[in-house]
């Protein structure tokens, strides 16, 4: 069985890949940008005391499920989405909605994933993908992190819905139920830019939005005094595979990011979105430079406390950047309403 | 990042291609936004590299550890199958704290069949494997 008219493309980032995939089957085709930025994907937390494998927790995007619920809800999609007690009931349920020639976005953890390459396959289980068919035991899955359509077993695909650790996906299945024949797709981009500032500049704490980048740069000017040379590195090091390993479309969603404003200002006729897509990008240039500079620190090995410096005064600045851009783009978004 | 600068660095780890071709966003000459396909780029796949030594420094490590007695064969496949102490108590449905005593090799010996079995099942390994680590 297998959903004939259902399109797989490829994307950078696996929610908003998910969602643009799901929504073109329901004749809504909008690029990924356009998606990540009305599903007000960027982010940035870091979280010290949150560990996964000993090394702290460092995000450059929305907490999973966010995107898609955002973008349904502000195009006037019906979605459903489901949470399953048993493997036994996510898998029959998939099987039924698969059945109605439905597509189906489902949660996993890249673990049970064969097809990616071992090296990716670490106990994450934010990653998304779609189902449209079944071939005898096999399902026929469109990952958008993938050129082209994969297969999973059923018994691989159950164990990636049922992964434990955190998040765990507890077999989440979404779907659009249906969608309107046409879009407006002006308030969803203005509304998903001030969620943006909004996440950016307002958290109270120190862990989240533009204050998070600073605290961290804070952070690593400590490394070399508080951990060993390889810990150190290590900690480092997966901040650069947060930024930049998969799905993120470069320096951390900032590029996907100012691609999204580009398109919006082309839109609309505005020239400061324009200017602040610019802006974005060279944020996102020197998002690059840091995780170049930290790569040959982490290489070095050295533990030098000056190299560790200039890393946490390049996230300090990087900061103090991203502040200013949101403030402006925050005035932009207010001079629409 | 400019659409010429965009790096094709082939994710090579313990000497394996890993690559995996993915979409990145980059700018044209006249600025405008497309996206185009990358193999990597070497400042990722560095990182990506040291998280992997990492942990087969770990596992080779913790095999020793429990030759010597210092843990119980938990630990290591534990550490074999990517997880740590959360994950693997969440696998399990135990206690933390449960896990970690079962790390001792004085707890661990005194282990029932079902408890056992239920970390075999989640290592995807038979008890005797487990309970008869390491053989050589």
């Not at chain 1, 809504?28 to 940035?44: Q, T």
């Not at chain 1, 602040?276 to 170049?292: C, K, P, V």
């Not at chain 2, 550890?65 to 108590?89: Q, T």
């Amino acid at each position: 069985m297998i959903i004939d008219n259902f399109e797989h493309h490829q994307y950078a980032h696996c929610e908003s890949g998910v969602t643009v995939n799901l929504l073109r089957y329901y004749g809504v085709e909008l690029s990924e940008p356009m998606i990540f930025g009305i599903g007000a994907g960027m982010f940035f937390g870091h979280l010290p005391f949150v560990k996964v494998n000993g090394v702290p927790g460092t995000t450059f995007r929305i907490w999973p499920g966010y995107i898609f619920k955002r973008v349904s809800n502000q195009l006037g999609v019906k979605i459903k989405v489901e949470n399953f007690k048993t493997p036994e009931k996510a898998m029959q349920a998939l099987d039924e909605v698969l059945a109605s020639k439905r597509p189906a976005g489902m949660m996993a953890s890249v673990y049970y994933l064969n097809y990616l390459p071992p090296a990716f396959r670490f106990h994450f289980n934010a990653h998304n993908l779609i189902a449209f068919g079944k071939e005898g035991d096999e399902y026929l899955i469109s990952d958008p992190v993938m050129e082209s359509v994969a297969k999973v077993s059923s018994e691989d695909l159950a164990k990636a819905r049922f992964a434990k650790g955190f998040p765990e996906p507890n077999g989440r299945m979404y779907y659009p139920v249906q969608a309107p024949k046409t879009v407006d797709l002006t308030k969803p981009i203005w509304s998903g830019i001030n969620q943006t500032c909004f996440f950016m500049l307002t958290p109270p704490v120190p862990f989240f939005g533009v204050k998070g980048i600073k605290f961290l740069g804070k952070k690593i000017k400590q490394y070399p005094a508080k951990l060993d040379p390889r810990r150190s590195a290590l900690y480092v090091g997966n901040i650069i595979r947060m930024q930049e390993e998969i799905g993120t479309g470069g320096a951390g969603f900032r590029f996907l990011y100012a691609a999204f404003l580009q398109e919006a200002g082309k839109k609309f006729g505005n020239d400061e979105l324009l200017r602040l897509s610019q802006e974005m990008t060279t944020i996102g240039d020197q998002w690059r430079n840091f995780a170049y500079s930290a790569a040959r620190t982490c290489k070095a090995r050295s533990g030098e406390l000056h190299s560790y410096d200039e890393l946490g005064d390049m996230l300090i600045d990087i900061s103090g950047k991203e502040k200013d851009f949101f403030e402006k783009l925050k005035k932009v978004a207010k001079s629409w309403n | 990042m400019k659409k010429e600068e965009l790096p094709q660095d082939k994710k090579i780890i313990k000497g394996e291609d890993n690559t995996l071709r993915k979409v990145l966003y980059v700018t044209d000459d006249s600025g405008n936004y497309e996206s185009a396909q990358s193999d990597g780029w070497e400042a990722e796949n560095y990182a990506l590299t040291q998280a992997w030594e990492d942990i087969d420094e770990h596992i080779a490590e913790t095999r020793d550890k429990v030759k010597n007695g210092e843990v119980s064969p938990i630990a290591y496949f534990m550490l074999k199958n990517l997880m740590d102490i959360p994950i693997l108590a969440s696998y399990v449905g135990k206690w933390k704290w449960v896990v970690k005593r079962h790390l001792k090799p004085s707890v661990f010996k005194k282990l029932d069949k079902e408890t056992l079995e239920q970390y075999a099942s989640v290592f995807n390994i038979t008890v005797d494997e487990l309970t008869k680590f390491p053989t050589a």
